[in-house]
């Protein structure tokens, strides 16, 4: 690993995702979003549902996430997520229709359902904005 | 015979593709059980007492046995070993009362006619083993195990070790065992967010899930292999039966052909004499 740079490496119980050298990593934190860059102190996040984004010497990319954990350690992010996909494996159509069917069903939703059908709708509006940025 | 051979060396194949197709998950689930180990046990490391409702050991009176078959036969003493396996630990008088989780057809037919407590069963899970259904499962088992309904959850399935060895294997699932959670000491002070506390109680759940998917993959790489070895074997009786019964069809074929030409000849030499 090159100095003054972070590897980043996502994995999910299925397969990794992305491993690769980075300027900057934007990780969706529980408590909002969490900005790492080269030397930052050893961290450990739990994320929720969102946009990771990470920028390498030429462009910025990014990353559907759905709930997981984030370490930073020696400049090396580690990132296990339930679910991690790419802009180019997101299925737009599908993903409308879940934020359709979630918002239905949120209206008149209470207590648990409440929460499960809002964590159905976060993950399908992060879809279909991480989709936008292929 | 040939025919019967055929079948077996297709099977063979098809367990062949289906188990590169079961390692290959075990290898791509490899990182991520990697990382989550280590994030583990450095955090468990951290939290000073970590009295967490999945960590408490309970005196195991009542305890809840998952039992991982295959939904199919035809793979060699794959089922018969898990099965006998559980049969002696439900009679062997280790736990009070057990009740049964069964994940596999095979498992689920076999207790149907057996008067032993079953929780739940799972016929359909083998199939194709997603990490969705592993991940409702340990759910379920896990909530049970917090609300003080079972006092330990075990895991009985066959563990792949290499194509011609499958093993046995019984593991703790819940309470989580403390050794595969200790030993990770790293220096630094870490940013924690939010709370440490709050973080095991996520990564906890997780690490449960997690094996159960873990348990649910081995299990079906170990019943392909299984498969294939019964398969090749089974190829390899027919090749030999079909050697011998080529000898035996052979061996009547000149008998016929040898007790002709004694008549031909024996007619000839009876028409020569008059």
Same mark, same amino acid.
């Given at each position: 690993?090159?100095?003054?740079?972070?590897?980043?490496?996502?994995?999910?119980?299925?397969?990794?995702?992305?491993?690769? /050298?980075?300027?900057?990593?934007?990780?969706?934190?529980?408590?909002?979003?969490?900005? =790492?860059?080269?030397?930052? !102190?050893?961290?450990?996040?739990?994320?929720? =549902?969102?946009?990771?984004?990470?920028?390498?010497?030429?462009?910025?990319?990014?990353?559907?996430?759905?709930?997981?954990?984030?370490?930073?350690?020696?400049?090396?992010?580690?990132?296990?997520?339930?679910?991690? /996909?790419?802009?180019?494996?997101?299925?737009?159509?599908?993903?409308?229709?879940?934020?359709?069917?979630?918002?239905?069903?949120?209206?008149?939703?209470?207590?648990?359902?409440?929460?499960?059908?809002? !964590?159905?709708?976060?993950?399908?509006?992060?879809? =279909?904005?991480?989709?936008?940025?292929? | 015979?040939? *025919?019967? #051979?055929?079948?077996?060396?297709?099977?063979?194949?098809?367990?062949?593709?289906?188990?590169?197709?079961? #390692?290959?998950?075990?290898?791509?689930?490899?990182?991520?059980?990697?990382?989550?180990?280590?994030?583990?046990?450095?955090?468990? *490391?951290?939290?000073?007492?970590?009295?967490?409702?999945?960590?408490?050991?309970?005196?195991?009176?009542?305890?809840?046995?998952?039992?991982?078959?295959?939904?199919?036969?035809?793979?060699?003493?794959?089922?018969?070993?898990?099965l006998?396996?559980?049969?002696?630990?439900?009679?062997?008088?280790?736990?009070?009362?057990?009740?049964l989780?069964l994940?596999?057809r095979r498992g689920v037919d076999f207790f149907r006619r057996r008067s032993y407590?079953t929780?739940?069963t799972?016929a359909?899970?083998?199939?194709?083993?997603?990490?969705?259904?592993?991940?409702?499962? &340990?759910?379920?088992?896990?909530?049970?195990?917090?609300?003080?309904?079972?006092?330990?959850?075990?895991?009985?399935?066959?563990?792949?070790?290499?194509?011609?060895?499958?093993?046995?294997?019984?593991?703790?699932?819940?309470?989580?065992?403390?050794?595969?959670?200790?030993?990770?000491?790293?220096?630094?002070?870490?940013?924690?967010?939010? *709370?440490?506390? &709050?973080?095991?109680?996520?990564?906890?759940?997780?690490?449960?899930?997690?094996?159960?998917?873990?348990?649910?993959?081995?299990?079906?790489?170990?019943?392909?292999?299984?498969?294939?070895?019964?398969?090749?074997?089974?190829?390899?009786?027919?090749?030999?039966?079909?050697?011998?019964?080529?000898?035996?069809?052979?061996?009547?074929?000149?008998?016929?052909?040898?007790?002709?030409?004694?008549?031909?000849?024996?007619?000839?030499?009876?028409?020569?004499?008059?």
């Open positions: 690993m090159r100095e003054g740079h972070l590897h980043l490496k996502v994995v999910t119980p299925v397969r990794v995702v992305v491993d690769t /050298e980075a300027d900057e990593v934007t990780l969706p934190g529980v408590l909002g979003a969490l900005g =790492i860059l080269p030397g930052h !102190a050893p961290l450990l996040a739990a994320l929720g =549902i969102g946009e990771l984004s990470y920028r390498t010497a030429t462009r910025e990319r990014y990353l559907a996430v759905q709930r997981g954990f984030a370490e930073v350690a020696a400049d090396v992010v580690t990132v296990l997520a339930d679910v991690a /996909e790419l802009p180019a494996e997101i299925d737009v159509e599908a993903a409308r229709e879940e934020k359709q069917a979630a918002e239905a069903a949120l209206r008149g939703a209470a207590g648990k359902e409440f929460e499960h059908q809002r !964590a159905h709708l976060e993950a399908a509006v992060t879809r =279909i904005t991480v989709a936008a940025r292929r | 015979m040939r *025919s019967t #051979q055929q079948i077996t060396k297709a099977m063979k194949m098809v367990a062949a593709a289906r188990l590169r197709r079961a #390692q290959t998950h075990i290898l791509e689930a490899r990182p991520y059980a990697a990382a989550l180990d280590t994030v583990l046990r450095s955090l468990a *490391s951290r939290v000073a007492s970590h009295r967490h409702e999945l960590l408490v050991e309970r005196p195991e009176h009542a305890v809840t046995l998952v039992v991982v078959t295959a939904d199919k036969g035809l793979c060699g003493a794959f089922n018969a070993n898990i006998r396996e559980a049969i002696s630990l439900l009679e062997g008088g280790r736990w009070e009362r057990v009740e989780v994940i596999g407590v929780m739940s799972h359909e899970l083998m199939r194709a083993v997603t990490p969705e259904a592993a991940f409702d499962l &340990a759910r379920t088992l896990a909530t049970r195990f917090a609300a003080g309904e079972t006092d330990a959850i075990y895991l009985l399935y066959n563990h792949f070790r290499s194509i011609m060895k499958q093993e046995v294997t019984l593991e703790r699932l819940l309470p989580i065992e403390r050794a595969r959670i200790a030993g990770g000491e790293r220096p630094g002070a870490y940013i924690f967010e939010p *709370s440490p506390q &709050a973080l095991l109680g996520q990564i906890l759940p997780r690490h449960v899930q997690f094996q159960v998917l873990r348990a649910l993959l081995d299990s079906q790489a170990a019943e392909q292999a299984s498969r294939m070895t019964a398969m090749g074997a089974a190829s390899k009786n027919a090749a030999d039966m079909i050697d011998r019964l080529t000898l035996t069809y052979n061996r009547a074929r000149q008998a016929s052909i040898t007790k002709e030409l004694i008549e031909i000849v024996s007619g000839a030499q009876a028409l020569a004499e008059r």
